[in-house]
Nanobody, 122 residues
Framework: QVPLVESGGGLVQAGGSLRLSCTSSSRTFSAYATAWFRQAPGKGREFVAAISWTGGSTDYADSVKGRFTISRENAKNTVGLQMNSLKPEDTAVYYC???????????????WGQGTQVTVSS
């Protein structure tokens, strides 16, 4: 098991910013690719962004490109998601997840956090 904890969610007005963090107490965390997914009320869970274990590869959903940035600090066992120019449609529970190797496919991720709520008001 690799425990994951998300933080940084909250309520923000449209156009505002939030920074989410995903941390782990496991020493193996830095060996895993990490991704953020989100689930809005009444909808399925969807891919948001992913980063390889080295940080050398990243991917983003088209809906967040140019607004969100994923990054990692392996020395601190942390992956961040900087979210700028937030829109009401970004409202969702955001989850971080990890896997060995690299993928943007939700089904391939083995370990998940509990999620953090992001609410964007119009």
């Amino acid at each position: 098991q690799v425990p994951l904890v998300e933080s940084g969610g909250g309520l923000v007005q449209a156009g505002g910013s939030l920074r989410l963090s995903c941390t782990s107490s496991s020493r193996t965390f830095s060996a895993y690719a990490t991704a953020w997914f989100r689930q809005a009320p009444g909808k399925g869970r969807e891919f948001v962004a992913a980063i390889s274990w080295t940080g050398g590869s990243t991917d983003y959903a088209d809906s967040v490109k140019g607004r969100f940035t994923i990054s990692r600090e392996n020395a601190k066992n942390t992956v961040g998601l900087q979210m700028n120019s937030l829109k009401p449609e970004d409202t969702a529970v955001y989850y971080c997840a990890i896997k060995l190797g690299y993928s943007t496919n939700l089904r391939e991720y083995n370990y998940w956090g509990q999620g953090t709520q992001v609410t964007v008001s119009s």
